[in-house]
């Protein structure tokens, strides 16, 4: 049984930075990339940024420059460091497992609230 646990979000002013994290608990293998996606009231869940097992990142526009994500294979953990928040940065925000063998699977955390305002 794999669960991934988030922590790290939270109340923060425009600009300012927050850093999330996630960790797997449980049996996991076959890794094929771990990311972070947000989803906003009112609005589909979006991909904020994703990094594969070599460690190739893809990032959304809206955070390019503003955010950075990264993993850390040894403890099945994945971070994102969000810098310059904006209000619009306001949602729920989930990490994201998805491993393959022989065929995708997918893991989702239960979601941290980030609140961008003054």
């Known amino acids: 049984q794999v669960q991934l646990v988030e922590s790290g979000g939270g109340l923060v002013q425009p600009g300012g930075s927050l850093r999330l994290s996630c960790a797997a608990s449980?049996?996991?293998?076959?890794?094929?990339?771990m990311g972070w996606y947000r989803q906003a009231p009112g609005k589909q869940r979006e991909l904020v940024a994703l990094?594969?097992?070599?460690?190739?990142?893809n990032y959304a526009d809206f955070v390019k420059g503003r955010f950075t994500i990264s993993g850390d294979n040894a403890k099945n953990a994945v971070y994102l460091q969000m810098n310059s928040l904006k209000s619009e940065d306001t949602a729920v925000y989930y990490c994201?497992?998805?491993?393959?063998?022989?065929?995708?699977?997918?893991?989702w955390g239960q979601g941290t609230q980030v609140t961008v305002s003054s």
């Open positions: 994201y497992w998805r491993c393959f063998r022989s065929t995708y699977i997918h893991y």
């Open positions: 990094i594969s097992s070599g460690g190739t990142t």
């Open positions: 449980g049996s996991i293998f076959s890794i094929d990339a």
